[in-house]
């Protein structure tokens, strides 16, 4: 059933969103900024993907760069629907409505400024059920839909198509030496695809599950309840069911470099007991890829590893993670889809170069959030 999405409840998705980019995916809070200047009181409808006919042209809309980058290169908000039309234009096809890539951060926004500028509905849905930092490290191209031929455009009203074929990594390859040119940030509509397509190759209702994870945390702050249990709650029923408490402690380093198009780094935190020398690593490429307690693995990719503040749950971006902030760390299960051999092999440990193999999340012997 479609359901309508109002400028009122953006703060919500901009918070859930950022939980479920698991470090990246952007700054939500200038999407929500992007949106709200082009929405006013209108409402944006949202299609749930078991809904769509099997004929729908659906053209995925995102933003693409580094994080870091994005705090200081505001981008002019006209990109995204330029993208858009560039690759209407070279495929000679309209769409019929738009979808995110990925469902955190920035990118769970950028379709609603498309939205908000063309009056095109969006998919409840997306293709990495949270935030990668590579093109095709996306459930559409695990399960049979490319990505080329992608547009990708800037903020000057630069436009360039890219076309591949179905080889993703190298559409990868080329948009992001694009985007570095451009200054480090661009946007790009790619992943054209039917009502059928989405229903077989993404991950559905991702963007209702947002805003109900940022409506959950906002609601119990304002109630003087857990957070951390109103994300366990929430998420109970969803496709990522298992919620771990992997670490809480206060933020005591940070390396964080911008490099090949990409934030690149890790974060220490140390357990506040005195008499405990317990510490978590987090390291990331945009966003969290491995948590290793004292070396020992407790979290990986492509399970979520949230990094939220200790008393609110406000989720924490790697781009904002500092020094003395006082954190909870938080792991979730992803679903069956992405956990596939296929799935892994594009964006499993091997993906990232890490060593390590995959481990679901749940299989550990951690608390359950909000039990701790």
């Not at 890539?101 to 997306?126: F, K, Y």
């Not at 209702?208 to 994870?213: E, F, K, P, V, Y």
């Not at 090949?260 to 780094?265: C, L, R, S, T």
């Amino acid at each position: 059933m479609s359901w309508t999405l109002t400028a009122a409840d953006l703060p919500d998705l901009a918070r859930g969103a950022t939980l479920l980019g698991t470090g990246g995916g952007g700054d939500p809070y200038i999407g929500q900024m992007l949106v709200a200047r082009v929405l006013g009181d209108r409402g944006i409808t949202i299609l749930d993907p078991d809904d769509l006919a099997d004929d729908l042209f659906v053209i995925p809309t995102a933003q693409m760069g580094a994080p870091t980058v994005m705090i200081e290169k505001i981008p002019a908000g006209t990109e995204p629907t330029l993208a858009l039309r560039t690759l209407e234009a070279h495929l000679g096809r309209t769409a019929d409505a738009t979808m995110p890539i990925e469902c955190g951060g920035i990118n769970s926004m950028i379709p609603l400024i498309v939205a908000a500028e063309t009056g095109l509905p969006v998919v409840d849905a997306d293709g990495m059920g949270r935030a990668f930092p590579e093109l095709s490290m996306e459930t559409f191209a695990v399960y049979g839909v490319h990505g080329s031929p992608l547009a990708l455009a800037g903020e000057r009203g630069e436009t360039v198509v890219i076309d591949t074929g179905d080889d993703d990594r190298q559409m990868e390859w080329l948009a992001r030496g694009v985007t570095i040119r451009l200054g480090g940030v661009g946007h790009i509509a790619e992943y054209a695809m039917t009502g059928a397509d989405v229903r077989r190759t993404a991950v559905p209702r991702t963007l209702s599950m947002a805003l109900a994870l940022g409506r959950a945390i906002r609601e119990a702050r304002e109630q003087h309840r857990s957070p951390f249990e109103a994300i366990a709650q929430t998420l109970s029923t969803t496709l990522y069911s298992e919620v771990r408490e992997l670490f809480s402690g206060k933020v005591t380093d940070v390396e964080r470099r911008t490099t090949e198009g990409f934030a690149k780094g890790r974060a220490t935190i140390s357990a506040l007991d005195a008499g405990d020398d317990a510490q978590l690593e987090i390291r990331f490429q945009n966003e969290n890829l491995i948590a290793l307690r004292d070396g020992e693995l407790v979290a990986i990719v492509p399970d979520l590893i949230c990094v939220t503040d200790i008393e609110s749950g406000e989720p924490i971006t790697t781009e904002g993670l500092r020094y003395g902030q006082r954190v909870r760390v938080l792991g979730i299960s992803t679903p069956e889809m992405m956990r596939t051999p296929e799935a892994l092999a594009a964006f499993g440990p091997r993906a990232f170069g890490l060593t390590e193999e995959f481990v679901p999340v749940e299989s550990r012997s951690l608390a359950r959030a909000g039990s701790a």
